[in-house]
Each structure stands twice: as structure tokens, then as C-alpha cells.
């Protein structure tokens, strides 16, 4: 059975800092995906990640996949407080996502 | 091109009644998936349809029941509703069925069950 866990589950930063979220999964699997989540709102897709090797980036955010060892990385660079929101990796086990816990990311001023 | 669009957006019940939420994927996707998201338990994979046909479906008691018309819009329904069934029930399409073709979620279902 394909499992995702993701880590840390929350996370506080500064603005300016940079920090990585890591999402490890068991089986492999063809595409991996990243979202963002606003309290009350749906998921908002970031990067879709599709071989090994892939990296992704749009602003501060970077997004990696290393099919090898099972692991991707969302990585922030200089957070801003907009980036506040839960982050959520996702497998696609072919038929079904499966997701993460989800990371509570805070930027604080 | 118009996204993945789900009504109601908003709804309160009670328990014991049941409810139907509905699912009109981005034109010319034939699959739709639903998910349910919970604090405690997260996103969970509910079922899957495909040219009308229920592809997979996740570890949810029988409650819970899903439908796929021709036009490949879809409709889940929960009936017997537990408190443990508020949620937001997010509804998602893709051209076709398995890894190839990216999922596109919509904006959910706030279902509250008092």
C-alpha cells in the first residue's frame, strides 16, 4: 500500500529564511505532486513532478524529485509572510492520490 | 476553459439525513475522482469514475456512493450522515484514467453535519 509522509508538520519562519519540507513516499509511482492549501479553500496546484531528476521553480518556491530514494523537496527561499498556508505533497498511485499529512507553514515578519 | 466546478459550495444537515453533492469536470475529461478532507484523517481518496464506471474506490463505509452520467459529470452521495462526516469533499477531473494525465481539483464541498 502506497504511503506519503511528509516532514515537519509544522513549521514557523522568519520572513527572509529559507527552509525545505520532505515528502517520502513507499512505491513507486510515475508522477508526484505538490499543493497549496489556504484555510477553507481547495488545493491549489503548484508543481507536478514527473521524472527523476525533475526540479521545478516558480518564485521562491523549488520543488525537486529523487524517484531513487523515494523523496521530494519543497524548498522556500527568502519566505515572505504570502507563502503562510498548508503545504500538501501528493503520489499519484495510478487510480488515486495519495497525500501527505500536510505542513503547516507560518512566516512571520 | 471553464475548471472543475462543484455545487453546493456550502451545506448544513443533519444527522441522520443524507446528501447529494455534485461534480461537472473540465470539458472533455471523462474521469472524475472525489476526496474527502478532515482534520483528523487528512485527504482521503473516495472513488473514482470513468465513462460512467466506478474504477476504484477507498476504505469509506457503504454510506457513501457515487455516480457518473454520460456527460461524465458526477454526483457522490452520503446518506444514514454521522457527525464524523463533516468535511470538505473535494471533487477532481483528468482526461482519462492512470498516472499519464494530471488530476484538477475543484473548489469543494463544506458539508457540516450538526
Known amino acids: 500500500e502506497l504511503k506519503v509522509e511528509q516532514n515537519p508538520l509544522f513549521l514557523s519562519m522568519q520572513e527572509g529564511k529559507n527552509y525545505t519540507i520532505y515528502c517520502n513516499y513507499s512505491?513507486?509511482?510515475?508522477?508526484l505532486y505538490w499543493y497549496r492549501q489556504d484555510p477553507g479553500k481547495s488545493l491549489e496546484s503548484l508543481f507536478v513532478?514527473?521524472?527523476?531528476?525533475a526540479v521545478k521553480q516558480e518564485g521562491r518556491l523549488m520543488a525537486s524529485l529523487d524517484t531513487k530514494a523515494r523523496l521530494s523537496t519543497l524548498h522556500i527561499t527568502a519566505a515572505v509572510h504570502d507563502l503562510s498556508a498548508t503545504y500538501f505533497c501528493?503520489?499519484?498511485?495510478?487510480?488515486?492520490?495519495?497525500f501527505g499529512q500536510g505542513t503547516r507553514l507560518t512566516i512571520n515578519p | 476553459k471553464a475548471g472543475v466546478t462543484q455545487t453546493p459550495r456550502y451545506l448544513i444537515k443533519t444527522r441522520g439525513q443524507q446528501v447529494t453533492l455534485s461534480c461537472s469536470p473540465i470539458?472533455?475529461?471523462?474521469?472524475v475522482s472525489w476526496y474527502q478532507q478532515t482534520p483528523g484523517q487528512g485527504l482521503q481518496f473516495l472513488f473514482e469514475?470513468?465513462?460512467?464506471?466506478?474504477?476504484n474506490k477507498g476504505n469509506f463505509p457503504g454510506r457513501f456512493s457515487g455516480r457518473q452520467f454520460s456527460n461524465s459529470r458526477s454526483e457522490m452521495n452520503v446518506s444514514t450522515l454521522e457527525l464524523g462526516d463533516s468535511a470538505l469533499y473535494l471533487c477532481?477531473?483528468?482526461?482519462?484514467?492512470?498516472?499519464?494525465?494530471?488530476?484538477?481539483f475543484g473548489p469543494g464541498t463544506r458539508l457540516t453535519v450538526t
Open positions: 477532481a477531473s483528468r482526461l482519462g484514467t492512470g498516472t499519464t494525465y494530471e488530476q484538477y
Open positions: 512505491t513507486t509511482s510515475d508522477r
Open positions: 513532478l514527473l521524472s527523476n531528476g
Open positions: 501528493a503520489v499519484d498511485g495510478a487510480q488515486k492520490l495519495v
Open positions: 470539458s472533455g475529461h471523462r474521469s
Open positions: 469514475y470513468f465513462s460512467e464506471t466506478q474504477r
